[in-house]
């Protein structure tokens, strides 16, 4: 069964950081792409940052230079650092990833950047 737990989230001031996590099992995670995704109150879902599974980063225009994506491969964990925070990062943020053709999602993780 694909699991992935989100970890990190809280209530940070303007200008902080926040590092994300996400903790994967059911599935081979070194041979899966990985990616954040957030959702604010009343939107869609937005992606955020995609790290591949040969690692190569890609990243939202409203993140890049702010946020940095990472993985660990020997502990199957996804990270996302997040630098600068601004009012509109505030979200629940999701680790996904696709598994035979499924999208998965975790449970989410709140961002509140407030002051």
Same mark, same amino acid.
């Given at each position: 069964?694909?699991? +992935?737990? &989100?970890?990190?989230?809280?209530?940070?001031?303007?200008?902080?950081? +926040?590092r994300l996590s996400c903790a994967a099992s059911g599935f081979t995670f070194g041979s899966a792409d990985?990616?954040?995704? %957030?959702?604010?109150?009343?939107?869609?879902? &937005?992606?955020?940052?995609?790290?591949? %599974?040969?690692?190569?980063? *890609? *990243?939202a225009d409203s993140v890049k230079g702010r946020f940095t994506i990472s993985r660990d491969n020997a502990?199957?964990?996804? *990270?996302?650092?997040?630098?600068? +925070?601004?009012? &509109?990062?505030?979200?629940? *943020? =999701?680790?996904?990833? &696709?598994?035979? +053709? %499924?999208? =998965?999602?975790?449970?989410?993780?709140?961002?509140?950047?407030?002051?």
């Open positions: 069964e694909v699991q +992935l737990v &989100e970890s990190g989230g809280g209530l940070v001031q303007p200008g902080g950081s +926040l990985m990616s954040w995704v %957030r959702q604010a109150p009343g939107k869609g879902p &937005e992606w955020v940052s995609t790290n591949s %599974r040969g690692g190569t980063t *890609y *990243y502990k199957n964990t996804l *990270y996302l650092q997040m630098n600068s +925070l601004k009012p &509109e990062d505030a979200a629940v *943020y =999701y680790c996904a990833t &696709e598994v035979a +053709l %499924r999208n =998965y999602w975790g449970q989410g993780t709140q961002v509140t950047v407030s002051s």
